[in-house]
């Protein structure tokens, strides 16, 4: 448990290290005093000074902060944050989101292209699928579905796509037409391990074993997020074009997952989800025990979803973060001198007082589904 949380401190760091670090190359390239760049907070434990910058180490691994001359208060430096034009402003506060979300980005492309370009030959197949207890083997290459040749792996989707329309779901799962079908990947996270919940979907494999076809009728099973799944991963190949092929496919999965963060933070404050399915530090060193348990891949992929979280959050209009300090840059390029830096100096203390209380309250929520019962 140390190591994971030693881990997990490193993961926090890193993170923080890379969003602070985006603030700190935008406030140097545009002519922005820096005075200080911070790791931690509380007491300084450590630190030097280059140039007008002081680089420092605080006792508390928790937070971070670029500190830039006038970034709250007047000042009278010309090169002081509060005396730079509107765009320069949105430039540096937008930096430090921006390298969260493009860490994300390079680090889901590396696992993807770590994993290989799936092939149609089955490298596991899901203990106590439908598939498993019907007799696909790991080994097998997949040829055919319901007749439908394949010619690679992007042919699967498609053919059991075409498997499902053509039969009616199983409606004592809750799934209506049009579920979504999935076949279970390397990349899948640990918690997207859920029980088998078979369906009535009956499809036929055509596969290669031996040198040998055979033809073995199975049937899809439900996952917990209501998409249908043979249960199986590909073998993965890897060759010189995949390498960049994987960054398109980064491009895709980032894009995707940061809809879904969006949807999940719509459905928050909608009321569809409850503050129970929100997680804090805790929870975070929780999880990066789980990912541990399952290898090196699903630590570096939850990295990638802190980090990724962390920009999408951090762009939130709200008081104290980013996307609330381009808010009001916003309202003060209207308003002009309408607002002060005071005033909104003392605008984003309170939200930084609010972000605190509830992180408290997430912390104590994470606690609380530690203990037993």
Not at 49 to 62: L, M, N, Q, S, V
Not at 208 to 225: F, N, P, S
Not at 331 to 340: D, V
């Amino acid at each position: 448990m140390v190591w994971t949380i030693i881990l997990a401190i490193l993961i926090f760091f890193l993170l923080i290290f890379v969003h602070e670090t985006g603030h700190l190359i935008a406030a140097k390239l545009t002519g922005v005093q820096v005075n200080e760049f911070m790791l931690g907070m509380g007491p300084k434990i450590a630190g030097f000074k280059r140039g007008e910058t002081e680089y420092a180490f605080h006792a508390i691994p928790i937070g971070g902060a670029c500190v830039m001359e006038g970034e709250d208060e007047d000042s009278g430096n010309p090169r002081a944050f509060t005396n730079k034009p509107a765009r320069v402003k949105a430039i540096v506060l937008f930096a430090g989101s921006l390298m969260n979300i493009l860490l994300a980005f390079v680090v889901m492309s590396m696992i993807i292209f770590s994993i290989g370009q799936p092939s149609l030959k089955m490298n596991t197949v899901q203990p106590g699928s439908p598939a498993a207890q019907d007799g696909l083997r790991s080994g097998d290459i997949l040829a055919a579905i319901d007749g439908q040749p394949l010619r690679d792996w992007n042919d699967v989707m498609p053919a059991l796509a075409q498997a499902v329309r053509s039969q009616t779901p199983d409606p004592a799962a809750g799934t209506q037409q049009g579920a979504r079908t999935d076949t279970q990947t390397s990349t899948d996270t640990p918690t997207a391990r859920p029980p088998v919940t078979p369906s009535n979907i009956a499809v036929t494999f055509t596969v290669e074993r031996d040198g040998v076809q055979k033809k073995i009728a199975t049937h899809l099973y439900y996952d917990a997020t209501g998409a249908l799944k043979i249960g199986i991963t590909p073998v993965g190949m890897h060759s010189p074009g995949y390498f960049f092929q994987s960054f398109g496919f980064g491009v895709q999965t980032t894009l995707s997952i940061t809809g879904q963060m969006y949807g999940a933070l719509g459905q928050l404050v909608s009321g569809q989800l409850g503050m129970d399915q929100v997680t804090g530090p805790v929870g975070i060193v929780v999880a990066v025990s789980d990912s541990v348990q399952y290898g090196a891949v699903y630590v570096w992929q939850l990295l990638a979803l802190i980090s990724l979280n962390l920009g999408i959050v951090n762009l939130l209009p709200f008081p104290a973060l980013d996307g609330g300090r381009l808010v009001f840059l916003l309202i003060r390029k209207i308003t002009g001198k309408a607002i002060t830096n005071r005033v909104e100096g003392m605008v984003h203390l309170v939200g930084i007082l609010i972000l605190f209380g509830f992180m408290i309250l997430i912390t104590f929520q994470d606690v609380g589904h530690l203990l037993p019962k």
